[in-house]
């Protein structure tokens, strides 16, 4: 709080939180699944919001109060995931997202983990942004108050195609040759439940490959790209407009009359992907 005068007086908050997108929170990263893997996500945020006010005496009747706010908090989802930590000397997968354990679509056990997490790095922010203003005029037993509000509320969504890396799933296809080797003869005293889990294993051990994955984006230019980024943006507007009058007719009786035109558009949205 500051006056800036005996008819003047400022006011003003904010608040700031940086969580670091280094720093390992169990609920908000992917940890690499092996120690020293150079594949790991993590989530880097920036928290603020600020207000201020300024309330003015214009008179011994006459006040005018002035408000603005704002919060932001853009988020980053693995910052540091590139494709790189796909094909270098440690873990290497040839630049691809290899499904290790995804052969059986998680019917099965098979004790095999990916050498790490496989997402596309996002980001994402949400901000508010609000003006009032209200002057309060006192003439005999009327108080009347007007004046408006105007809110913006904006956002965007990010996503990094072109820092990740298509994923291949392996699994042994209908129709291959090779399932008809996991029966109880080839295989005396398995169980069933072992022989449903050496397709999926036998498929990983070999390099079956049932799919390729990957993302081709819509480009603002009208072009499908392979892998390719995207974002998507909101944002609406509104706007108050108000008069009021508290006209205390008697002692003990009190009349409060308010006027509000709200002026709301249509969510702007718009998408490249």
């Known amino acids: 709080?500051?006056?800036?005068?005996?008819?003047?007086?400022?006011?003003?908050?904010?608040?700031?939180?940086?969580?670091?997108?280094?720093?390992?929170d169990t609920t908000n990263t992917r940890q690499p699944t092996w120690p020293g893997f150079p594949l790991y996500g993590t989530q880097g945020s920036w928290r603020e919001a600020?207000?201020?006010?300024?309330?003015?005496?214009?008179?011994q009747n006459l006040?005018?109060?002035a408000r603005v706010a704002y919060s932001g908090a853009p988020v980053q989802f693995g910052p540091y995931h590139e494709p790189s930590m796909y094909n270098g000397t440690l873990a290497n997968q040839g630049g691809f997202s290899l499904g290790l354990n995804a052969g059986c679509g998680g019917n099965c056990s098979l004790g095999i983990t990916n050498a790490?997490?496989?997402?596309?790095?996002?980001?994402?922010?949400?901000?508010?942004?609000?003006?009032?203003?209200?002057?309060?005029?006192?003439?005999?037993?009327?108080?009347?108050?007007?004046?408006?509000?105007f809110g913006q509320y904006d956002v965007?969504?990010?996503?990094?195609?072109?820092?990740?890396?298509?994923?291949?799933?392996?699994?042994?296809?209908?129709?291959?040759?090779?399932?008809?080797?996991f029966n109880s003869t080839n295989f005396p005293g398995s169980s069933s439940t072992a022989r449903t889990e050496a397709p999926?294993?036998?498929?990983?051990?070999?390099?079956?490959?049932?799919?390729?994955?990957?993302?081709?984006?819509?480009?603002?230019?009208?072009?499908?790209?392979?892998?390719?980024?995207?974002?998507?943006?909101?944002?609406?507007?509104?706007?108050?407009?108000?008069?009021?009058?508290?006209w205390r007719m008697r002692?003990?009786?009190?009349?409060?009359?308010?006027?509000r035109y709200a002026m709301q558009p249509p969510f702007f949205a718009r998408h490249n992907s």
């Open 251 to 259: 002692p003990n009786l009190s009349v409060n009359l308010r006027l």
């Open 50 to 59: 600020y207000t201020g006010g300024l309330r003015s005496s214009l008179g």
């Open 63 to 65: 006040v005018n109060d």
């Open 1 to 24: 709080d500051y006056n800036l005068s005996s008819a003047h007086r400022l006011t003003g908050t904010y608040y700031r939180q940086r969580f670091t997108d280094k720093a390992f």
């Open 156 to 181: 965007w969504l990010d996503n990094y195609g072109t820092r990740s890396v298509p994923s291949i799933t392996f699994s042994t296809a209908t129709g291959d040759p090779a399932l008809a080797m």
């Open 116 to 149: 790490g997490p496989s997402f596309t790095p996002s980001a994402r922010n949400a901000t508010t942004l609000n003006f009032s203003d209200t002057v309060t005029w006192l003439k005999g037993s009327h108080s009347f108050s007007l004046g408006g509000e």
């Open 200 to 246: 999926p294993l036998y498929a990983v051990l070999t390099g079956r490959v049932s799919q390729i994955g990957g993302t081709a984006r819509l480009s603002p230019d009208g072009q499908y790209v392979y892998l390719g980024d995207s974002r998507a943006l909101g944002r609406l507007r509104q706007a108050d407009l108000f008069i009021q009058d508290n």
